[in-house]
Structures are given as structure tokens and as C-alpha cells.
């Protein structure tokens, strides 16, 4: 049995180098020069041939697809992070260019003053039902500002100083019921009082002491008139939003809301020159 299984073994490995051989005879010799048994060895090798080579394409084809797609998932990969840091840095430069235009406003804004100012960051509101303060925080230790000083805003009037401790500084809001400024109507020229109006629930004024004869329209600007001598003459106020005129006293009614947007204040000037001789008491004084 073992010498059968050798005989047998030792025959397989004839025909597994003799049947290459015979294949590759039959291949390489010419088409006239070809026997009966090379064209039957070489039909018998051509279906296996194809499928060799299907076979092989196939193969070939999903390792270059592997490949491909890891090639693809690690470009991505590298997209998405490249994406998500320009983004980041897109953010940034917009951040960056809005404090900018925001610091060219308060330089620009200090230069048409043409006075002396601190700048100063809020910090904080507090309201109430009939007052309404901003807490600020000044840049740099500034001994010279006092109560009653002019605070302005890159949109118009802001307030005034109500108390200083050290670096701290409250203010007293335009919209608050215990401020007031004369202003001029800007298209006209007719005159007025703007009064806050203490309201909790928006940010509002009214207009006091406008004649009932002076032409005033919803959307006027109104801006200071520099009679009082705090505020720089021309400074934003209000924008008037109602006009009612009366068939009879002096005055007409008039509300307005002011330009800045306290809900978004961050960057104020406070006005620390020419106010020696103003008080309270000078600027709300009611015009006969």
C-alpha cells in the first residue's frame, strides 16, 4: 500500500512538470508547426486561462478599491480638519476686524469730541422700575472723573456720571427718569428736553418743552444742542417714534427712543473736561 502511494505520488509530480512543460511547448511554437496534442492541450487551457485572469483582474480590482477608499477616508479625514481650523481662524479674523472697526469708531469719536475723555468698558446693568445705572469699568486709574460728567457712545448720548469709586464708575442712563438734555431737532432745528422715561420693559424717552408749532415728524434725529454745556454740541440723543399734537396748550407730545442700544453697550468715553461749571440742576432747567 505504501509503494502504491509513493508510485502514485512520484506520477503526480511528473504531470504537474511535465503538463506545464507540454502547455508552454504548445504555446510557444508556431501556429503551422502545432500537433493534434498541442491544440487540444491549448484548447483544453484557454477556459482555464480566462478564468486565471478574471480571476486576477478581479483581485486586482477590489485590493485597488481597498486602497482607493482608505486613500479617500484619510483625504477627508484631512479635509474635515483643515475645514474646521479655517473656520476657527475665519471666526477669529471676523472677531478680530469688528474690534478693530469698533476701535476706529472710539478713536474717531475722541477726535470729534475735541475734548478730554476716559474710555471704559461696561460691565454691568442694573434697572429698576424708575432707574436704570450701568456700572463701568475705567481703562486706566483716572482721578478726574466726577459725578455729573458726560458719558458718550459710539451711537450718541450714553448719560452721566452718578458715582466713582476708584476705578469703578456708575452711570446714570439717558433713559433713566432723573436724566435730561436740551436737543435740537436736527432736520429743523426746533428745540426740546429729552426726558427718560424709566421705563423697565423698553428703552425709552420723551420729548419735553417742544412747541406746538415747530415741525417735528416721526424718524427726526435729535441731538444735543450744547446749551447746559455737559454734552458736545451734535451728539446723537433719540429718534423720535411718535408725535401728537394737541388742539390746544403750548406744547405737543412727543416720544422717541434713544440711538444707542444700551442692551449691547460695551465701550463708552467719559468727558472729563469743560464741565467744571455744569450741574444738574443748570441743564434741566425748563425753558420759559
Given at each position: 500500500?505504501?509503494?502504491?502511494?509513493?508510485?502514485?505520488?512520484?506520477?503526480?509530480?511528473?504531470?504537474?512538470?511535465?503538463?506545464?512543460?507540454?502547455?508552454?511547448?504548445?504555446?510557444?511554437?508556431?501556429?503551422?508547426?502545432?500537433?493534434?496534442?498541442d491544440?487540444?492541450?491549448?484548447?483544453?487551457?484557454t477556459?482555464?486561462e480566462?478564468?486565471?485572469?478574471?480571476?486576477?483582474?478581479?483581485?486586482?480590482?477590489?485590493?485597488?478599491?481597498?486602497?482607493?477608499?482608505v486613500?479617500?477616508?484619510?483625504?477627508?479625514d484631512r479635509?474635515?480638519?483643515?475645514?474646521?481650523?479655517?473656520?476657527?481662524?475665519?471666526?477669529?479674523?471676523?472677531?478680530?476686524?469688528?474690534?478693530?472697526?469698533?476701535?476706529?469708531?472710539?478713536?474717531?469719536l475722541?477726535?470729534?469730541?475735541?475734548?478730554?475723555t476716559?474710555?471704559?468698558?461696561?460691565?454691568?446693568?442694573?434697572?429698576?422700575?424708575?432707574?436704570?445705572?450701568?456700572?463701568?469699568?475705567?481703562?486706566?486709574?483716572?482721578?478726574?472723573?466726577?459725578?455729573?460728567?458726560?458719558?458718550?457712545?459710539?451711537?450718541?448720548?450714553?448719560?452721566?456720571?452718578?458715582?466713582?469709586?476708584?476705578d469703578?464708575?456708575?452711570?446714570?442712563?439717558?433713559?433713566?427718569?432723573?436724566?435730561?438734555?436740551?436737543?435740537?431737532?436736527?432736520?429743523?432745528?426746533?428745540?426740546?428736553?429729552?426726558?427718560?422715561?424709566?421705563?423697565?420693559?423698553?428703552?425709552?424717552?420723551?420729548?419735553?418743552?417742544?412747541?406746538?408749532?415747530?415741525?417735528?415728524?416721526?424718524?427726526?434725529?435729535?441731538?444735543?444742542?450744547?446749551?447746559?454745556?455737559?454734552?458736545?454740541?451734535?451728539?446723537?440723543v433719540?429718534?423720535?417714534?411718535?408725535?401728537?399734537?394737541?388742539?390746544?396748550?403750548?406744547?405737543?407730545?412727543?416720544?422717541?427712543?434713544?440711538?444707542?442700544?444700551?442692551?449691547?453697550?460695551?465701550?463708552?468715553?467719559?468727558?472729563?473736561?469743560?464741565?467744571?461749571?455744569?450741574?444738574?440742576s443748570?441743564?434741566?432747567?425748563?425753558?420759559?
Amino acid at each position: 500500500m505504501n509503494r502504491f502511494r509513493r508510485y502514485l505520488d512520484v506520477i503526480l509530480v511528473v504531470l504537474l512538470l511535465a503538463v506545464p512543460f507540454f502547455f508552454l511547448r504548445a504555446s510557444v511554437r508556431r501556429p503551422e508547426n502545432l500537433s493534434a496534442v498541442d491544440r487540444a492541450l491549448l484548447l483544453a487551457a484557454t477556459p482555464i486561462e480566462y478564468a486565471a485572469a478574471a480571476l486576477a483582474r478581479a483581485a486586482s480590482g477590489l485590493l485597488g478599491d481597498y486602497v482607493y477608499l482608505v486613500d479617500v477616508r484619510r483625504d477627508n479625514d484631512r479635509l474635515a480638519y483643515d475645514n474646521a481650523r479655517l473656520r476657527s481662524e475665519v471666526r477669529a479674523l471676523a472677531a478680530a476686524e469688528a474690534e478693530a472697526r469698533r476701535l476706529r469708531r472710539i478713536v474717531g469719536l475722541r477726535e470729534q469730541t475735541n475734548a478730554e475723555t476716559v474710555s471704559a468698558v461696561v460691565i454691568a446693568k442694573d434697572t429698576t422700575e424708575f432707574f436704570r445705572v450701568a456700572h463701568l469699568v475705567v481703562d486706566r486709574p483716572a482721578p478726574g472723573v466726577q459725578p455729573n460728567m458726560p458719558v458718550i457712545g459710539l451711537d450718541g448720548v450714553v448719560g452721566t456720571v452718578q458715582r466713582v469709586v476708584g476705578d469703578r464708575v456708575e452711570v446714570e442712563l439717558a433713559v433713566d427718569a432723573g436724566f435730561g438734555v436740551d436737543v435740537v431737532v436736527e432736520r429743523t432745528g426746533a428745540r426740546g428736553f429729552v426726558r427718560g422715561v424709566g421705563d423697565q420693559s423698553r428703552y425709552t424717552v420723551r420729548v419735553e418743552y417742544a412747541q406746538r408749532t415747530d415741525e417735528i415728524h416721526q424718524g427726526d434725529l435729535l441731538v444735543t444742542s450744547g446749551f447746559g454745556c455737559r454734552f458736545p454740541k451734535g451728539m446723537l440723543v433719540a429718534r423720535v417714534t411718535a408725535v401728537v399734537k394737541n388742539n390746544f396748550g403750548i406744547y405737543q407730545q412727543v416720544d422717541a427712543e434713544p440711538t444707542v442700544d444700551f442692551s449691547r453697550l460695551e465701550e463708552v468715553l467719559i468727558v472729563t473736561s469743560d464741565t467744571r461749571d455744569c450741574t444738574p440742576s443748570a441743564e434741566r432747567r425748563p425753558r420759559r
